[in-house]
């Protein structure tokens, strides 16, 4: 979902870092081989998610929903020396794509993929995160936000995606819409507490930057 002008977007883009060349591989591999390619993050918003690891530089990052692995490669790049990724999907189909380009990568040894339902395994992952990235089912943004707010550490980054919904967040809400009825709560309640600073920008689908006070 693109908000601004194709003309305008267009020239964003254009005048953006370019993706590095392994990405532009999975960029290319999803596209052929994986159902709905829409979801990857895509050069530019991966520029996106580069640049703000790469001024955070996180010791350990959580990625709930790793998808082929795109996202998570970008977030990589701003790692501090002996940080760690922790990137959850529960689509077991996906697994071997991911490693692969985890593989492929610099960050190889900084990378732990978990398969399952992130609900369950965040838990179980016994750190505190400098940067988390919640890409994932709609439904359970609430959720997922309720079980890493007390596993942040202060300062700590908490980006959400498609916070906008194409646009469906100031529509005319459907009550059997539950993805937009659970984003509404959401961005309200990343707005409203007072254990966070929040920035909603209109990148792609939406990008909600928050910082932990």
């Known amino acids: 979902m693109h908000f601004l002008p194709e003309k305008l977007d267009n020239y964003v883009v254009k005048h953006s870092q370019a993706e590095p060349k392994l990405l532009q591989e999975l960029s290319r591999e999803t596209w052929q081989k994986v159902l709905n390619p829409r979801m990857l993050s895509g050069a530019f918003q991966g520029r996106v998610l580069s640049m703000i690891s790469k001024l955070v530089q996180p010791k350990s990052i959580l990625e709930i929903g790793t998808y082929t692995g795109y996202s998570a490669l970008c977030l990589a790049e701003g790692l501090s020396k002996n940080g760690m990724i922790h990137t959850i999907d529960k689509n077991e189909e996906l697994e071997e794509l991911q490693h692969k380009y985890f593989q492929k ?21 016994n750190t505190k995160f400098d940067l988390v990235f919640i890409d994932a089912d ?8 309720h079980l890493i707010i007390e596993k942040m550490n ?4 908490i980006l959400s ?4 919904w194409s646009g469906k967040v100031v529509e005319e809400l459907d009550p059997k819409d539950i993805d937009t009825k659970i984003l509404l709560e959401y961005n309200s309640l990343l707005n409203e507490d007072n254990r966070l600073e929040t920035v909603l920008l209109p990148i792609r689908d ?7 006070i």
Do not use: E, M
């Open 105 to 125: 990568s610099a960050y190889k040894n900084q990378i732990t993929q978990y398969v399952g339902n992130a609900l369950d395994i965040i838990p179980t992952i």
């Open 161 to 164: 995606d498609n916070v906008l």
């Open 206 to 212: 939406g990008l909600t930057i928050s910082r932990v």
């Open 138 to 145: 709609k439904s359970n943004y609430v959720n997922y936000f």
């Open 154 to 157: 202060k300062g700590g980054i």
